[in-house]
């Protein structure tokens, strides 16, 4: 649990609000096909399957990414990687603008996925660098939540872009805030108090595959990669694809009910995060028993749901999508484990290593629930019964029960490395 001692800089909070705004924007652009679904319909020719294959394929690339961004940060600093990750974005998304037809648009939103890759670790990185460490946990989960608002922000102005400025108009003003944060990039941020940029040794594949090694024989790593996992592939899974269609064809709410209650997930996440900073910055020991707390409590409500006879009340589906949406930011605290579990020049391999838990789990997520719901629904219809849907969320108690026997797994081996090797941290800690 060692880390260099370290106060906030001065400039601490301007590099960070620059590199927080570009983490915004990258969730902006990640969520603004959302309400352009049908105008995508229309452009491109496209049936409803393969307008989800742009959400899959931004998933896959985000996954895909997060190891060799790691290893990027580390070797290049992160004002480097974050000012490619914003140009990509940029040129990503005014290609998006002009796609006429389907393969050009998946070409563009792969590489969306690539520029949005590049953005989280990023700011980790930097907060982690300019901030005390006892400051760290707290301005990690406001990161969090503050970059989550991207996904609200590209709701109604993108919907009103899109009925006033048409389709190339309103994805080349989207694209035209990344020049202006790439000026700020250039100008504003510094990788370490003192030097505009710092470089890692340069690193060959047996390194690399050293330094992943040595990153994830980590228990702490693995801890949060197993903690990011757990956490946070219902709420995802829910806000991106399948909440909606659950609640009206599962729970037979209407399109104004089921949206409302995705708004109100959004609201939990954005409310839980500066919370559950505060909560593991007073109790670090403690911060797998906070995970293990609110992975139970969103299992409990899940089976309430999933059990009750006829459909659940509202009340009760009010309460999952609040408690499943506190599993967001609560997948932060892996990224928390993770810092405090390796050295400085390792950092962003590890963030990278636990970043992609929960992307993955929600991918086998997403995909699962499509299987299952085609399994246990008649002919090839796409009206698909509240059976159906029970079976199809069901498949989450296999992903949990996974989680919470790794979770509990390597607390036991975290807790036991540092008693043995850090007894001074340890003593801290439990203070």
């Excluded at 590049?118 to 503050?146: D, E, H, K, Y």
């Excluded at 941020?189 to 050293?210: E, F, K, N, Q």
């Excluded at 108690?397 to 001074?424: C, D, F, H, N, S």
Aim: hydrophobic fraction near 55%.
């Amino acid at each position: 649990m060692s880390q260099p001692v370290q106060t906030r800089h001065p400039g601490a909070y301007a590099v960070w609000v620059v590199s927080l705004l570009v983490y915004l924007l990258a969730v902006f652009h990640r969520s603004s096909l959302a309400v352009a679904g049908l105008e995508a319909t229309e452009r491109f020719g496209i049936s409803a399957s393969q307008l989800a294959t742009f959400t899959m394929l931004q998933l896959l690339v985000y996954a895909g990414m997060q190891i060799p961004v790691g290893l990027m940060v580390d070797r290049f600093g992160p004002r480097r990687v974050l000012i490619t990750g914003a140009v990509t974005l940029t040129f990503a998304q005014a290609g998006f603008a002009f796609a006429d037809t389907y393969a050009l648009a998946l070409g563009a939103r792969f590489f969306v996925g690539v520029g949005d890759a590049m953005t989280f670790i990023c700011v980790l990185r930097l907060v982690n660098t300019w901030f005390a460490p006892r400051r760290i946990p707290f301005m990690s989960q406001l990161t969090g939540m503050i970059g989550q608002l991207g996904a609200i922000i590209a709701a109604v102005p993108m919907t009103l872009a899109l009925g006033e400025l048409g389709w190339t108009k309103s994805y080349l003003l989207a694209a035209s805030f990344g020049i202006v944060l790439s000026i700020a990039l250039v100008l504003v941020v510094r990788d370490v108090p003192g030097s505009r940029s710092v470089s890692g040794p340069a690193m060959s594949m047996t390194l690399i595959r050293r330094s992943l090694g040595a990153s994830w024989s980590q228990p702490g790593t693995r801890l949060g990669f197993w903690i990011h996992f757990t956490t946070q592939f219902s709420a995802t899974t829910l806000g991106l694809l399948w909440g909606y269609p659950f609640f009206v064809r599962g729970e037979n709410r209407s399109d104004h009910i089921a949206g409302l209650l995705l708004s109100l997930m959004v609201v939990a996440v954005v409310t839980a995060g500066p919370i559950l900073g505060w909560a593991i910055t007073r109790h670090p020991w403690h911060r797998s028993s906070i995970v293990l707390g609110i992975v139970s409590s969103i299992v409990a409500v899940w089976t309430a749901v999933l059990v009750w006879n006829g459909d659940a009340p509202l009340w009760l589906l009010v309460v999952l999508v609040v408690v499943t949406g506190v599993g967001g930011p609560a997948s932060m605290i892996g990224f928390d484990v993770g810092r405090t579990s390796n050295p400085a020049d390792r950092l962003a391999s590890a963030t990278g290593i636990i970043n992609q838990a929960g992307f993955v789990a929600s991918l086998l997520l997403v995909v699962a629930i499509g299987l299952i719901l085609d399994w246990r629904t008649p002919g090839a219809s796409t009206e698909y019964p509240p059976s159906a849907f029970r079976w199809a969320m069901s498949f989450q108690y296999v992903l949990w029960t996974v989680g919470i026997v790794q979770i509990w797994r390597y607390r036991v081996r975290t807790r036991a490395k540092i008693m043995a090797e850090e007894p001074e941290a340890y003593g801290r800690v439990r203070l």
